[in-house]
């Protein structure tokens, strides 16, 4: 090579790192390095206080590896990357007068719990199961790691980018820090040893306020029954996760940093089944996001969201008996019923601004603020997903009118009430003639059927049928998946529909594949899509999740999962002595 050769071969690269992103740094770190322990990239799960923003939740991934905030580094005791997820025991506790769960996890070598007792500060607890000393590492990479080029060792503390404090007790037996990859890319790290029996105390000293939700315990809050304790623990795990995901007083549908933004189909299952669980002053905080914003979510202004808010909204102030919210919530509820009954008599299409942010795939879409086109047969032609699922944009509809009719009454609003009615039962008579005339074999018409929306209360038989038909070709003869699901929201809604038709054997078959079929095991959580569905490329920005199979913790399907349980454990429900082992 000529004399020169070395240096500029060194200038390129230095060049081309400073435009990479820290994803993209750390894929070249672990394909130079497959020797090192890395992240897992599987099923991790989101830590934080409810209202706190994307940039303010923790991520923990199977073996306890731990960051606290993202692009803040990675934390993680002796086998936690690689001990096989077989070999890995974790779950979520409850202690008296907490308001976050405790994280356990245990593997072979070590038992962990993590905790956090105000916003921007947590404590780890280890105890070595060999009782020989416990091994931390403090890396650039984790669960949602970053760069690290400040890391320094203050008298048995580290503080690292001079943000982050760390303090052993007892202290440390050794610290030794050094690096792991280029240091101007901050590959600082720190390795400890510490004594067998161990706390961690991690400080954020920039963490900042945090939004204010009315909440006490991150749980279900109900008289729910269930034989199995793994669906009481998998109940309280979904409400947990679907408080600690909130932003503010906006729901997400999936991992926060994924989707950062508000949107209104998925937040409005979350809602609910906040509401059903006893987390109600909370669920009407969330409601007022609803109230004031008609259309908002990642494919712009959609058919079905004035239902479903009409839905979320109505089963809030069901549970609530709160004359006073009732009556805050009445302009919106009034302007969308009213939209609803607009839709169904349009003979143009409609469209209508929405609020917030587009997926960047969809921001030149042409129709993102097509709401629907004329009517045909009866029915709303309405967009949702980038098409026309007819069945279920009318199914919420009609869920939405009726909720508004309900709503309408507790205020002494008859006439309102009476001509709502009215388009609820014209919606569903064009409903059950489409049904008939077996328009489509979208799943989400099976998703809405008669769960959330009863619009097929009056053709239960052919239901049946249909369904039956759908499940001899996807199911396995045990009552498992022939392929997993891409949509495991709409796997699970199906199943309360089958609840709803009253084959609880199907119902509780299709909860029982979900546990088994757990994106991060104890944790009971699921995911969705393949790959970065409808990403925002914020992980570009950090040091984990760097080659993400689907996106996870997915709030929806978790929202699904709380109410089909809370359905099955009601008090004297049959479904706890049929459930399986």
């Keep these: 090579m000529h004399k020169w050769g070395a240096p500029l071969l060194a200038a390129a690269l230095c060049l081309l790192a400073a435009g990479a992103s820290q994803r993209e740094l750390l894929l070249r770190q672990m394909a130079l390095h497959p020797d090192r322990a890395w992240p897992r990239n599987s099923g991790h799960i989101v830590y934080a206080w409810p209202g706190t923003t994307e940039w303010r939740k923790s991520y923990i991934e199977p073996g306890g590896s731990f960051s606290p905030v993202p692009g803040s580094f990675g934390l993680s005791l002796d086998d936690a990357e690689t001990a096989p997820i077989a070999e890995i025991r974790q779950h979520l506790e409850w202690a008296r007068d907490s308001r976050l769960p405790l ?3 245990s593997t072979k070598r070590f038992r962990e719990v993590l905790w956090s007792n105000l916003p921007g500060h947590w404590f780890i607890s280890a105890e070595s199961s060999t009782q020989l000393p416990l091994h931390l590492s403090i890396r650039s990479g984790g669960p949602a790691g970053g760069s690290i080029h400040s890391l320094e060792n203050r008298y048995g503390r580290l503080l690292i980018e001079n943000r982050w404090v760390l303090l052993f007790s007892p202290p440390a037996a050794s610290i030794r820090i050094s690096d792991e990859g280029p240091e101007r890319q901050g590959w600082r790290r720190a390795d400890v040893t510490l004594a067998p029996k161990s706390r961690i105390e991690i400080t954020d000293l920039r963490f900042g306020p945090v939004y204010t939700l009315p909440y006490g315990s991150a749980r279900a809050v109900g008289p729910w029954q269930f034989s199995d304790p793994r669906l009481a623990a998998c109940l309280n795990a979904q409400i947990a996760q679907l408080m600690m995901s909130l932003v503010r007083n906006e729901t997400r549908p999936g991992d926060p940093l994924t989707y950062p933004l508000a949107w209104l189909r998925d937040g409005a299952y979350v809602v609910v089944a906040l509401a059903r669980a006893g987390q109600v002053d909370l669920a009407k905080s969330l409601c007022a996001y609803f109230a004031e914003h008609d259309f908002f979510g990642g494919f712009g202004s959609e058919a079905d969201a004035p239902g479903l808010a009409l839905w979320a909204i109505g089963q809030t102030v069901s549970v609530a008996h709160d004359p006073a919210f009732t009556e805050r919530m009445w302009p919106a509820v009034r302007r969308k019923a009213q939209f609803i009954v607009r839709m169904r008599h349009t003979d143009v299409s409609i469209r209508e601004p929405w609020f917030g942010p587009i997926v960047p795939a969809h921001r030149n879409d042409k129709d993102l603020d097509l709401v629907c086109d004329p009517v045909r047969d009866g029915l709303i032609i309405g967009r949702m997903d980038f098409h026309r699922p007819v069945l279920f944009v009318n199914a919420v509809s009609f869920a939405g009118l009726r909720e508004a009719a309900t709503m309408a009454d507790r205020l002494g609003k008859r006439a309102d009430a009476a001509r709502w009615r009215v388009e609820a039962q014209e919606t569903q008579t ?17 998703a809405s059927a008669l769960w ?28 498992g998946f022939r392929q997993t699901p891409l949509w495991t929201y709409f796997s699970l809604a199906e199943a309360h529909n089958w609840l709803e038709l009253g084959d609880r054997p199907k119902a509780e078959k299709t909860v029982q594949w979900f546990l088994a079929h757990q ?4 944790f009971y959580t699921w995911s969705d899509g393949r790959g970065e569905e409808n990403s925002f490329h914020l992980w570009n920005q950090v040091r984990g999740w760097a080659k993400p199979p689907y996106v996870t913790t997915h709030y929806w399907t978790a929202a699904e999962m709380a109410l089909l349980l809370m359905d099955l454990g009601h008090p004297g429900s049959l479904a706890n002595a049929n459930s399986a082992p």
């Design 430 to 446: 064009a409903w059950e003639e489409a049904l008939r005339g077996k328009i489509g074999d979208d799943e989400r018409a099976f």
């Design 103 to 105: 994280v356990i996890t």
């Design 452 to 479: 959330p929306s009863e619009i097929g209360a009056r053709s239960k038989n052919l239901l049946k049928q249909l369904m039956s038909k759908r499940w001899n070709r996807l199911r396995t003869a045990d009552g």
């Design 519 to 522: 994106a991060s095991p104890g």
